[in-house]
């Protein structure tokens, strides 16, 4: 999947190498059963938006990780780290030393359905394919974010994206363009996402899940509509219930979104960030007024979409 943006990866730089890289929300989450390997097979789309990490790589003899922002002390800052591990996957496919110091401001919250540890990892690629020259380009270093985990090579191309197979094969989807505005509310602490969907496989063996979403055709026919009031009837996420089951304060910031107008409330990936469609800016700034009056959110912020994925800049 070429978009184009593989110039800026051409020169080797002479000083740090800065990537912006964005959160992304699952338009369509259709989960199918549980594989021999663990993973669910799914049909997503992936719509990034912009709400932002940012990666600079420097020079350096080693390789080192600090950090900034969310995250702070809880984050492991070693190899166990997505960071870490897209620095030495990059290093053992290019055949290069892993040698870089590695700083990541970090605004996408942990844990949060919004796949910020693998928005790290994409911006690391990109960075990395720069500050050591390897200039492999997008299309392979999708193939090694693929290994790393299913939303890291979405990530790297950004927009709005099909994704099949566990999520990390992804196809652009040809939307014609136009701006989203969204409304995200931020909840205090994670959720894990291997328990979000054990928790769906448990709910779906006991009769209590909801049917499970049909294709996204409606989804992508509303894309090409540009009329919000058409994506928010063919928006949907099969997590979401079971994201509700562990967390259920998340039903309740849901419906102030829907009291307050949204046009559309749903469960971002995992969870427990909750996403609400608006009809432009104004209208979600209005939502957002009322989801931080409602104190049910550790932070509420305008958002729109779609958006580049990992970039320079
Ligand atoms: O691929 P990634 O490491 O981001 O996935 C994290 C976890 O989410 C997996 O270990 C698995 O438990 C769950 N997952 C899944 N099916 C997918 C993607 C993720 O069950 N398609």
Known sequence: MGDGDDDDLAAVPSGPVRVRVPAKINLHLGVGPARPDGYHELHTVYHAISLYDEITARPGDTLTLTMQGLGVGELALDDSNLVIRAANALAATAKVPAQARLHLRKQIPLAGGLAGGSADAAATLVALDTLWGTNLGRDELARIAATL?????????????????????????????????????????????????????????????????????????????????????????????????????????????????????????????????????????????????????????????????????
């Open 149 to 313: 985990g299913s939303d890291i090579p979405f990530l790297l191309y950004g927009g709005t994206a099909l994704g099949t197979g566990r999520g990390e094969a992804v196809s652009p989807v040809l939307a014609r363009a136009n701006r989203w505005s969204w409304v995200v509310a931020f909840a205090d602490g994670g959720l894990s996402t291997p328990k979000v969907y054990g928790e769906l496989d448990r709910l779906r063996a006991e009769g209590r899940a909801p049917a499970p979403l049909g294709s996204s055709d409606e989804l992508l026919s509303a894309l090409r509509q540009r009329d919000p009031a058409v994506l928010a009837e063919a928006l949907g996420n099969d997590l979401q219930a079971a994201a509700i089951s562990l967390r259920p304060q998340l039903a309740e910031t849901l419906a102030v979104g829907d009291k307050a107008g949204a046009l559309a409330s749903l469960v971002s990936g995992s969870g427990p960030t909750c996403v609400f469609l608006a009809r432009d800016d104004a209208h979600g700034a209005d939502v957002a007024a009322a989801l931080t009056e409602s104190g049910l959110c550790r932070g509420v912020q305008l958002a729109h979409g779609p958006v580049h994925g990992a970039r320079i800049g």
